[in-house]
């Protein structure tokens, strides 16, 4: 009789290296999608930081140097007018935007800004001003999917307003 020598795998050895790959798969595929969301949740971030950053550095400015600050609040919500260098701005929300007009009838009223300039943000969510003691207090509520960002910042005008 002749030895016939064995060539390739068991059964029981081919299985074990499937399930072993199945392990190895799974984890990659986990450590995979994790990061992928870990990724889309710093960028929301991301965008919602710039976005309020541009808001305030616009409305700060605006503040600063302005006069005839009124904030108040109007139908769609709060309003701020403003004059600065003897053009009067509009800050309102619509829908989830947060614009910045220019008004060309400035003795028509705060709600007849037309003259669109500038929409820094596109996921506002809130927007609340008010004046104390000639501190302007603003308070943004951002949403950006499932994230909620709270963002407040207090400006006091250079010009004694």
């Not at 616009?58 to 600063?64: A, F, N, Q, S, T």
């Not at 929300?93 to 007009?101: A, P």
């Not at 009838?105 to 001003?129: C, Y």
């Amino acid at each position: 009789m002749k030895n016939k020598k064995k060539k390739g795998f068991t059964l029981v050895e081919l299985m074990s290296v499937i399930a072993i790959l199945g392990i190895f798969s799974t984890l990659i595929f986990s450590l995979f999608s994790s990061s992928t969301s870990m990724l889309v949740m710093a960028e929301n971030d991301n965008v919602i930081q710039n976005e309020s950053r541009n808001i305030i550095d616009v409305l700060e400015e605006d503040i600063r140097y302005g006069s005839k600050i009124k904030p108040r609040t109007s139908g769609t919500g709060n309003v701020l007018s403003l004059t600065r260098n003897g053009t009067r701005y509009v800050y309102k929300i619509e829908g989830t935007e947060f614009k910045k007009y220019k008004d060309n009838t400035p003795d028509n009223g705060i709600d007849n800004a037309d003259d669109f300039i500038v929409a820094p943000s596109k996921n506002v969510k809130e927007f609340e001003i008010s004046e104390k003691e000639g501190l302007y207090k603003i308070r943004f509520k951002f949403e950006n999917g499932k994230s909620n960002y709270d963002y407040e910042n207090s400006i006091y005008p250079m010009n004694g307003n």
